[in-house]
Every structure is written in C-alpha cells, then in structure tokens.
C-alpha cells in the first residue's frame, strides 16, 4: 500500500479511537462538569476581591480552562487501558502506536475545544468584543491542539498506575498556570518573571486571547502562534516518539 | 517462504532484564493447522504469542505470519486475537465492542453488521447484544472477545488460554467454534493448561519450558513416546502391600489409588502376565484389570520435568 493511503488509513483509525475515548472517558456528566468547575474556581480564588475587568478575566479564565480540559483525561487513558486490560487488545490490532496517541489527542483536543466554548459564550453574554475574531478561532483551536499533545507526555513512564501519571501531569500543570500572564499581565511581570513565562505554551495563548479580546498583546501575535505550533510541534514528537519505546511495556 | 507455512519463527527470543523469558525458539506452523502450545506457569508462553501478535517486539530471531513480519500492520490485518485475560470495554456494549474492533481492522459497515450478527447469535450473545459489558458474566465476556477477534475474519487466530476459568457451557461454545473455523481452514495457535483441550483439539502440540521449546509433535505421538508412563491399574479381592507389588519384574513404580494399585513399567503386556502368574500363585483373585497408556499430561510432566532436571 502507497504511503499516502497508509496514512490516511491509519488517520481514520486515529479517529475511531477518539470516538471510543469520547465515548468510555469523556461523555460522562462529572467530567464534563469538573471541567467546567474546577478551572473556573481556581480562576475566581484568584480574581475575586480584585478590580478586574471582564475584559482581562475572560482571556486569562478561557486560557485556564482550555490548559485544564484538554490536559486533563489524556495523560491517564493510557495507564488505565493498561490498568482494564483493554490496552494489550487495541495494540494487537492493526494500528500503529502513533495511530493510539494521536487518536487520544483528537478526543482530547475535541474535549477541550467543545469546554473552552463555555467561557467564550459567558464572556460574549458579559458584553466582550472579539477584535479579530479569526485569529482568535485559530488561536483557540491551535492552543486545544497544543494542549491536548502535551496531555500523552505525562504519560510516559510506563506506570499502569492512573493516579502516578495524574500526580506528575499536576506537578507541572499547576506552576505552569501561574507563569503564564493569566493572573498577572505579562508587561507587569519583572524580567525573571517574563523568562520564565516564556517557557510555558500557555503564555502565548492568552497572549493572543488578551490581544483578541483587550486589543493589546505582550508579543506579536505572529510570534504567539509560531510558538505555539512549535511547542504542538515538540510535544507530538516527544509523545510518539516515546510512547513507542515504553507502550510494550506497559503490558 | 514455504505456502502452506502459516507462522515460521526462527530463533526468537526475549530477555525481562536479565531474565531469558524466551530462549531462541523455532518452530513452524502449517495452514488450516490447530497447533497448541502448552507449557507451565512462567514457562514463555504469553511472551511468545505477545511477539508474535506485535504486542511487544523480540529481542533476537524473526517470525512471521502468513508472509508477513510478525507485528507489521499486513500482519495485523490478517491476525485475529484473545489475549490472555484481556477485556472488553466495559462502559460500551458487547455490540458496540464489535463495532469498534471492525473500525479498526478496516471492515465495511455493512459487512461487520452481518458477521456480528452472526457470531453474537452463534455464542449465544445476540439477546443481550446491547447491554453493557460491564453486565456480563465472566463466560460472556470472553465469547465476546473471541467474536472480536473473529469479526475481521482472520486467517490466522491467536489464542492464550481461551477457555480458562470459564463454565462448561461457555467452553464447549468456544471448543466448538475453534472446531468448526479449523474445519473451514483456519489457522489456530492455542495456548492452554487444559491437556484434554489441547489433546482433543490440536493438529500438534510444542511444549515450552523455561522458555526452550522441549517437544513438538502430534498429541498422540508424544503420549506414546512418553516411556516408562505405561501402567497397569489392579485391584485385588485381598490386601496386598505395594512393596510386594513393587518387586513383581517389570514394574518401575507403584502408586495406590483408593483400593487399586497402578503400576508403572515399560511393558504392560509383560506386567499382565506377571500380575496373572503373581495372583494365581498367592490364591487372589484379580478384580479388575486396566492397561492405561500416557496421557498428554503424563507426557507434559514427563518432558517438563526432564527438562527441569537437567536445569
């Protein structure tokens, strides 16, 4: 078979899976809820009690929460495949590791676009404007994208164990949301604190959300996206890349 | 490669650490062959069929399915497979399941339809078609892991210990569907601990221990190869001690079984002979008298025993 059509065959079982992971993982009434709630208190611990404006929290709580959705239930469907014993199942049949990664990352990356609707909507119905309304929707689906990509690097270490992989996913998760200009603007952060913020993805989206939506941004938004498909770009290979070497022994 | 060869594995191997789990093996299976793979717990058995189905990659040494690499996606495609004590999704639907395991090997809607329906009706699943998984009982579950394995159609079937734990009923169902796929020119590789399963089943059996495979023929050639397993099993209408019995010539070994004896020897004809002679000089009489030749699993132990030995 063609490589071409290698390819796009093993897309469309790429999709099947996220399908199924939709299905088992997702569709469920408390996920869906805790993926809502959780970002959204977080968020409102942080704000309340400050004069905010809309304007600056609909950026920084869109960007919490789709950080949060799309990194949430993809670092652990792995292990708990392992864990069910459906894992061994999926990798006799004929799809590629990379095929199972990519089609966990779909479902993830459909998971935190379908949440992230939930801020926008609250914000349009709060009275915010969208300046650029197309490099906002890129921004969005190309930050979901990268999200949910970094989802399956928490997943590496070959642990059956869900709870090991959530622990070190919220290691990283929680700093990362503190470093990335969605409680303090970028510009008002000191030069130590501005290089920091730069190593975190989540930076540069809520860079072109605050651009988006307040009509300023700390960077370019050239800049903000080209870092942002860089950062989709190294999470992917890291992910598939390893998940080939450490997936075997997971059985 | 050989047309009627259906697996050919050559020198495989794998290592756990510093662990030898599978220890250069070869062996080649025929087309339309049901070939059973028999070892102890720990033997190399689930290891083996893992790399063989791609699930983990050998260490040393090749195989292939058909004429494909083992673990290539062509290998894949025409591989249908029971993991050892795997499951279905739980949170889906035994048809559902189906379904998806279509999706992934690619089989037109249409087409997965009517086999589902036909292999959910044929292990008796179809009525509760659309309950969830998690509702079945430990035998439904795994007909319906055997019907996923079955609705691409495979060429060749792996199976790791199929019928393990499961009811009568749910055996029977699923030593009859192997029957009648290898009747219609299925290849199958079953691994299993029941020896009346492999021995009623299989075309030819390997036996694997400590990861070396130590015998591969026809069921029936090893049993009869097993020697010094013949026996003769006696009961006498008066006590008899088996030290007594123990030095008739020809007997190896004596065990008592309840109010029988069953001596092991290289000869049974002889032994019988010695037994008439034994009791008609002593004034006993004989209550009955059984030749029993080796089963498989007096061969399995003879040669995995042999084996461990020589360890």
Redesign the interface.
């Known amino acids: 078979m063609p490589e071409t059509a290698l390819v796009r065959e093993q897309m469309r079982r790429s999709l099947v899976i996220a399908r199924k992971d939709i299905r088992i993982y997702y569709s469920k009434g408390p996920v869906i809820i805790f993926g809502v709630l959780f970002p959204v208190f977080l968020f409102l611990s942080f704000t309340i009690g400050r004069q905010l404006s809309v304007d600056f929290m609909i950026p920084g709580l869109l960007g919490m929460v789709l950080f949060f959705t799309a990194t949430s239930i993809s670092p652990i469907v792995v292990p708990w495949e392992a864990q069910a014993r459906t894992l061994e199942r999926l990798m006799s049949c004929p799809v590629r590791i990379e095929t199972i990664i990519i089609g966990d990352i779909l479902a993830s990356f459909a998971f935190g676009l379908g949440i992230s609707l939930v801020p926008i909507i609250l914000g349009l119905f709060l009275g915010i404007t969208v300046a650029s309304p197309l490099i906002f929707a890129i921004a969005v689906i190309l930050a979901a994208f990268c999200f949910a990509s970094l989802g399956p690097v928490f997943s590496i270490p070959p642990t059956n164990l869900p709870a090991t992989i959530n622990m070190i996913a919220s290691v990283v998760k929680f700093p990362v949301v503190f470093i990335s200009g969605i409680f303090i603007p970028l510009d008002e952060l000191p030069a130590w604190g501005q290089a920091v913020a730069y190593i975190s993805p989540l930076t540069y989206f809520t860079d072109i959300a605050r651009y988006s939506i307040q009509g300023r941004g700390h960077l370019p938004v050239a800049v903000d996206l080209l870092v942002l498909l860089a950062f989709t770009a190294l999470f992917l290979v890291v992910a598939l890349k390893l998940h080939q070497r450490t997936m075997p022994r997971r059985i | 490669m050989n047309n009627d060869v259906a697996i050919q594995v050559a020198n495989l191997s794998k290592y756990y650490g510093q662990l030898l789990a599978v220890d250069h093996i070869s062996f080649t299976v025929g087309r339309g062959e049901l070939f059973g793979f028999l070892g102890p717990n720990g033997a190399g058995k689930t290891t083996t069929v ?1 790399m063989l ?5 050998a260490d040393k040494g090749s195989a292939s399915i058909l004429e494909y690499k083992a673990g290539s ?2 290998a ?2 025409v ?1 249908g ?1 029971v ?1 050892e ?8 639907s035994g048809w ?1 399941n189906l379904m ?2 279509a ?4 089989i037109p809607a249409s087409v997965a339809r009517e086999r589902g329906i036909s292999l959910m009706q044929e292990m008796g699943l179809y009525p509760r078609k659309n309950s969830l998984v998690k509702t079945y009982s430990k035998g439904m579950k795994q007909r319906l ?1 055997l019907c ?1 394995a079955l609705v691409s159609d495979p060429e060749v079937l792996f199976l790791d210990e199929p019928t393990s734990g499961l009811d009568v009923q749910s055996t029977r169902l699923i030593k009859d569907l192997l029957q009648s796929l290898n009747a219609k020119g299925k290849t199958i590789f079953l691994t299993t601990h029941d020896m009346d399963e492999a021995n009623q089943l299989c075309d030819r059996v390997a036996i694997i221990n400590k990861g070396k495979i130590v015998a591969i023929d026809a069921p029936e050639k090893l049993r009869m190869a097993t020697s010094g397993m013949h026996s003769v099993e006696v009961s006498f209408d008066n006590v008899v001690s088996p030290e007594v019995l123990a030095n008739i010539p020809g007997v190896n070994a004596v065990k008592k079984l309840g109010d029988k004896y069953r001596l092991y020897t290289a000869n049974p004809g002889e032994l019988v002979v010695s037994l008439a002679n034994y009791s008609s000089s002593h004034g006993l009489k004989v209550i009955s008298l059984n030749i029993l030749v080796p089963s498989l699993e007096d061969a399995f132990v003879a040669l995995t025993e042999k084996e461990t030995e020589h360890a």
């Open positions: 893992r189905t791609g699930v983990i990659i996606l062509k894949k495609q591989t497979v993991p004590m795997a499951n279905a999704y739980a949170d889906l559902d998806l395991m999706e992934l090997y690619g892991i996923m």
